[in-house]
Every structure is written in structure tokens, then in C-alpha cells.
């Protein structure tokens, strides 16, 4: 077994004490050495009332954040619902898009309700963030 020596402090000095700040007593956190203060974040929903088609006419297309709390920017492809998929199609050659809803396939509308379940849990256990019962999902993919 090799010696291990401990640094020296080279001219400097100790301070004895606590540091600025610091919690003592029934301010005390939990556990010790602690990191960060912990927080819980509610999320509001900006679209709470309205139609998922007119989220899906807004957004399709556009660019947006997505993988919080590490973002990516990625571009939105459809919106989609318990029932219907909405993204923008062009239904005869030479006109505008127009968004169209498609509905989910038996296997697909079980996906969508595990995936939304998913994220509800993931943000509320893992992160801290409380949402409401989502409604809508954004697919997409990052650029």
C-alpha cells in the first residue's frame, strides 16, 4: 500500500467558523453534505382552452424546444390527442397544407396514453415539475 500525503497549505491559512449563510439548528436540511435547495415547479398550461386542432394549425411546422429540463430545438410534426393525430398535409397538389386528423389505431391510442402517463410520472418523481393531466402531445424530432 502506497502513503498517501495530504496537500499542504503552501502560506495560506484556515479560517475557522462556518461559512456565510450557512443553516444550523431546526433550519437545518435533511442529510449532510446537501447540494442545491429543492423546489417544486407547477406547470400552467397556456392552452387549456383550446381545440387541439387549432394548437396543431399553430405549431406543425414550427420550431420549439423539447426534452425538458435538457432542450433541444426540434421541429413539431403533429399534435395529438386521446382520439386523433392532427399534422399537416397538402391534399391537392398546389395548394397549402392543411391539418388533418387522423385517428389513433387501437395500438397506437394505447401508446399515447403510456407515453402521456410516462411523462406525467417522470416530471412529478424525477424533476419536481407538477402538471395537469395532459391532454395534447407534440411529436416532433430534434434538428
Not at 26 to 43: L, Q
Request: with cysteine; proline share 5%.
Amino acid at each position: 500500500m502506497e502513503s498517501f500525503d495530504l496537500p499542504t497549505l503552501d502560506g495560506l491559512h484556515l479560517v475557522p467558523g462556518l461559512c456565510e449563510g450557512v443553516c444550523l439548528g431546526a433550519k437545518a436540511f435533511a442529510g449532510f453534505p446537501f447540494r442545491n435547495k429543492s423546489m417544486a415547479v407547477h406547470i400552467q398550461n397556456p392552452h387549456e382552452n383550446r381545440k387541439v386542432e387549432d394548437i396543431a394549425q399553430e405549431m406543425v411546422g414550427k420550431r420549439t424546444f423539447i426534452g425538458w429540463p435538457f432542450l433541444q430545438e426540434g421541429l413539431v410534426t403533429a399534435v395529438s390527442d386521446s382520439l386523433f393525430k392532427y399534422e399537416k398535409l397538402v391534399l391537392v397538389p398546389g395548394t397549402l397544407a392543411k391539418v388533418v386528423s387522423n385517428p389513433h389505431s387501437h395500438q397506437s391510442l394505447s401508446h399515447w396514453k403510456g407515453k402521456a402517463e410516462r411523462i406525467e410520472t417522470l416530471y412529478s418523481k424525477r424533476c419536481g415539475v407538477i402538471t395537469v393531466q395532459i391532454r395534447t402531445l407534440r411529436d416532433g424530432h430534434a434538428r
